[in-house]
T-cell receptor, first 116, second 115 residues
Framework: AQKITQTQPGMFVQEKEAVTLDCTYDTSDQSYGLFWYKQPSSGEMIFLIYQGSYDEQNATEGRYSLNFQKARKSANLVISASQLGDSAMYFC?????????????FGTGTRLLVSP | EPEVTQTPSHQVTQMGQEVILRCVPISNHLYFYWYRQILGQKVEFLVS????????KSEIFDDQFSVERPDGSNFTLKIRSTKLEDSAMYFCASSELAGGTDTQYFGPGTRLTVL
């Protein structure tokens, strides 16, 4: 069964520093997508970045990049130049072809705190 | 920028009552989803809906749950007889297509409290 593991319940980083949030996944499907979402204290889920299993380049979106290591089944989120507004829960998620990519499975999340 | 909207933002109900949670997906999206997040836990998939029928559902989505697209814009989740353990944040999401590249965009959620 598909599974997402986020082993860091909490992370601290100083403003303007970079931080890496870990995500490993498990699937037997060859075709899948990996996503990161941000959940601020207000509760909404904000899409950050996507990586497809066949993408050879690591995805980047502004200050967010995804360090995709397929052989290790990891999809770590890197946030460069952290800002106070980055303080939030971060969830890694995946979908896969066997369910028509319709079902997202989420990890347990990492709470990021950015300090001044 | 288009967004998914949900109403109400917070619903309080008594155990055994029926509730309907409402969502307006992004207008050109074809796939609609419901997820729930029990406080402090991870987000769990409930159901996906395409072409006026359920296309995938989880084991959580039992007979007390139903979904409907009553008109061209709304997408609803009905819980027939609420239980205490149904207390959670319920997220609606939509995607243009269903494919590995297709991102699901989430609404702000409805916090359901069952007393």
């Amino acid at each position: 069964a598909q599974k997402i593991t986020q082993t860091q319940p909490g992370m601290f980083v100083q403003e303007k520093e970079a931080v890496t949030l870990d995500c490993t996944y498990d699937t037997s499907d060859q075709s899948y997508g990996l996503f990161w979402y941000k959940q601020p204290s207000s509760g909404e889920m904000i899409f950050l970045i996507y990586q497809g299993s066949y993408d050879e380049q690591n995805a980047t979106e502004g200050r967010y990049s995804l360090n995709f290591q397929k052989a290790r089944k990891s999809a770590n989120l890197v946030i460069s130049a952290s800002q106070l507004g980055d303080s939030a829960m971060y969830f890694c998620a995946m979908n896969w072809m066997n369910t028509g990519f319709q079902k997202l499975v989420f990890g347990t999340g990492t709470r990021l705190l950015v300090s001044p | 920028e288009p967004e998914v909207t949900q109403t109400p933002s917070h619903q309080v109900t008594q155990m055994g009552q029926e509730v309907i949670l409402r969502c307006v997906p992004i207008s050109n999206h074809l796939y609609f989803y419901w997820y729930r997040q029990i406080l402090g836990q991870k987000v769990e998939f409930l159901v996906s809906f395409y072409n006026n029928e359920i296309s995938e559902k989880s084991e959580i989505f039992d007979d007390q749950f139903s979904v409907e697209r009553p008109d061209g814009s709304n997408f609803t989740l009905k819980i027939r007889s609420t239980k205490l353990e149904d207390s959670a944040m319920y997220f609606c999401a939509s995607s243009e297509l269903a494919g590995g590249t297709d991102t699901q965009y989430f609404g702000p959620g409805t916090r359901l409290t069952v007393l």
